[in-house]
């Protein structure tokens, strides 16, 4: 199946192996980067979200071209740094206190790891990148990023204290392969970092088909509370922490401009209503919203740390 030069295969559930599903919901990518109607469907079996069918390996040019936003350029400034990576960093350093090596899987142009090499020096950071541009970038920050895929990679085993993934794991074209490869990678008592986005949160139940979350077709897999503990239970990995501490105002604000420019026709209004998104007032409205569903760990996006059990 192909949409323009986009080759799609069919797949069968990531968690179980099933084929059978009991719903499905079809969405254009919202970010206007590829053409096409993509198809999400439920496994009958286990519950699991999925796209199918999926790009194949070789369309992911396509899908993630060179304007893809974590791909751009960003210098990250110890004097304004994004309380969203100091509450990342903050996770990890409280978790392990102790620094030691961490490799950072889809580093993009290397915002984590500027981060991190600011907030705490001490630890031993490199990434691995598979877009040639955003990996270059990285290195001309000072940072060790190799420009390869987790599929790619050879360290030795048991090389790293600590494996991060911020709004990777979702991507990933085989998530249980991906995580017997990182298994072997962690040293004992390592730990799996992962900020992935949750298909049974607030915000997707609110916005529906205008989930920021869905992300069509990069996004080959979106989980539950449910879905995901099972899949990291599967390979070994046992959840020892969580929480909801980055991307919450992010992603209720960009999934009503995706209302925005989807339902409102005159684009005065259009515009208008986009800016009012930005604005101070309407952050402070929507301020409890955000610390709720924070509180009870509802925001799009879930933060874990899991260890191999």
Not at 145 to 173: G, M, R, Y
Not at 182 to 196: C, E, F, I, P, W
Not at 290 to 297: F, G, P
């Amino acid at each position: 199946m192909t949409t323009d030069s986009l080759k799609l295969i069919e797949v069968s559930c990531y968690l179980c192996g099933s084929s059978k599903t009991k719903s499905e919901i079809q969405l254009p990518d919202r970010s206007g980067l590829v053409r096409g109607v993509f198809r999400f469907v439920t496994c009958s079996e286990c519950g699991l979200t999925y796209l199918n069918p999926r790009p194949d390996s070789r369309s992911f040019s396509l899908i993630y071209p060179q304007d893809y936003a974590p791909y751009q350029p960003v210098t990250v400034d110890a004097r304004d740094l994004h309380p969203d990576l100091q509450r990342i960093c903050a996770f990890i350093n409280k978790l392990q206190p102790q620094p030691g090596a961490l490799l950072d899987i889809g580093s993009g142009s290397g915002n984590f790891l500027q981060a991190m090499r600011l907030l705490h020096p001490a630890w031993q950071i490199q990434g691995i990148e598979p877009d040639q541009r955003a990996s270059e970038f990285a290195r001309q920050q000072g940072l060790h990023v190799q420009t390869l895929s987790l599929d790619e990679c050879d360290f030795p085993k048991q090389s790293f204290d600590a494996i991060t993934l911020w709004n990777v794991f979702e991507h990933l074209a085989d998530p249980r392969v991906a995580l017997r490869k990182m298994r072997s990678l962690l040293k004992h008592n390592g730990v799996l970092y992962l900020a992935v986005p949750m298909c049974d949160s607030w915000d997707a139940r609110f916005f529906q088909t205008y989930w920021t979350g869905w992300e069509a077709p990069r996004h080959f897999a979106l989980y539950t509370r449910r879905t995901l503990p099972t899949m990291l239970q599967s390979e070994g990995f046992q959840i020892i922490k969580s929480g909801c501490i980055s991307g919450s105002e992010y992603c209720t604000t960009e999934s009503l401009r995706i209302v925005i420019r989807n339902r409102i026709q005159d684009f005065t209004a259009k515009r208008l209503a986009t800016a009012v998104t930005y604005s101070r007032p309407f952050r402070f409205l929507i301020k409890p919203y955000i610390q709720l569903e924070e509180l009870l760990k509802r925001s799009t996006v879930l933060t874990i740390a899991a260890r191999y059990t």
